[in-house]
């Protein structure tokens, strides 16, 4: 099965660099010197530095090069992920689309998932998210990840396609649930920067965490996930990894926002759109979300970090 990956940032070309092992893939990059630049050096430096490209990734710039795979993966930002579909729908039309996004999109509040089969009804939509980082995966360390697709017969194909000996790739047909689990956890992490940030210690970021995983449970229960996804690779697992390694940007911003210091604002924080995503769609439905809720007011500077603080510590003591 060929594979094409839409997106040259760290996790597309990690993903390339990885399902070499596999076969040929083609790597598409949105810039045309961008792709030139990664054709001549055979690296990506501007995104993940250190990683040599193998010689059967073919990088382009030329959608067509790509969009001839059956199986595609989507690695590009969430909230870039409905611009991108629109106007190459006839072209993903009965393909693999492979979302590697987490996160909501603030225009429609659908997940990556449910955005492509949204946009492209002909196509096989499915999600692959977990417990990852893009330097790991590039380098070869054991990564285990989800891949969520409605289709049995799909995602044992794409499973295959997408597994290597270090690249452990598990099935769910919980489209809901993994979409959730993985744009959730982001703003958990967020949080949890703030936690470190402004200096509350590992035992305030442990409580934080543990009730944050309750939040996410309430919320996608709420929309039809399985309580069971969540306690796997695309909710728990990618929830510890998010809130405890300064490899995430979403905890790197949040440290930043309870440290009050500056944060690259050329960098993609998924968490940050979906917090206000999920926020609004928490009070029209009228789930309890004080985490997400506090992390959505202090990303639109609406509540400073310490009335924040106070607001999470003065809420009623209430059974566990």
């Known amino acids: 099965m060929n594979i094409g990956v839409l997106g040259a940032g760290a996790f597309g070309t990690a993903m390339a660099v990885a399902l070499a092992r596999n076969g040929a893939v083609t790597l598409w990059a949105r810039d045309a010197a961008h792709a030139d630049d990664m054709r001549k050096t055979r690296s990506n430096a501007r995104r993940l530095p250190g990683v040599t490209l193998p010689e059967n990734v073919s990088v382009t710039a030329q959608i067509s090069d790509v969009t001839a795979s059956e199986l595609l993966l989507l690695a590009m930002p969430m909230q870039q992920m409905a611009g991108f579909l629109a106007p190459h729908a006839f072209t993903l039309r009965n393909r693999m689309l492979v979302a590697c ?4 999109d603030l225009g429609s509040g659908l997940g990556p998932a449910a955005l492509i089969a949204n946009a492209i009804p002909e196509a096989t939509p499915a999600l692959l998210t977990g417990p990852s980082f893009a330097a790991d995966i590039a380098r070869g360390l054991p990564t285990a990840l989800t891949l969520a697709c409605a289709s049995d017969a799909a995602g044992e194909a794409m499973q295959a396609r997408l597994s290597t000996p270090v690249l452990r790739v598990y099935r769910t047909t919980d489209m809901i649930g993994a979409e959730l689990g993985g744009a959730l956890k982001n703003v958990v992490a967020i949080a949890a920067g703030v936690v470190i940030g402004a200096g509350l210690g590992d035992s305030a970021r442990a ?3 543990t009730r944050g995983f309750a939040e996410m449970n309430r919320f996608a229960t709420a929309r039809g996930a399985r309580p069971d996804t969540l306690m796997g690779l695309s909710g728990l697992g990618d929830l510890v990894l998010t ?7 979403n905890f790197r911003y949040g440290q930043a926002l309870g440290a009050n210091t500056e944060f690259d604002a050329s960098t993609t924080v998924e968490g940050v759109a979906t917090s206000k995503a999920v926020s609004k769609l928490a009070v029209a ?6 985490i997400t809720s506090m992390v959505a007011a202090l990303v639109e500077q609406k509540i400073a970090v310490d009335e924040a603080i106070i607001s999470l510590l003065s809420r009623p003591l209430k059974q566990e």
Do not use: H, V
């Open 101 to 104: 996004s987490k996160g909501i």
């Open 207 to 209: 409580a934080l965490m």
């Open 243 to 249: 809130c405890t390694s300064a490899q995430s940007r």
């Open 285 to 290: 439905a009228g789930i309890d979300m004080p």
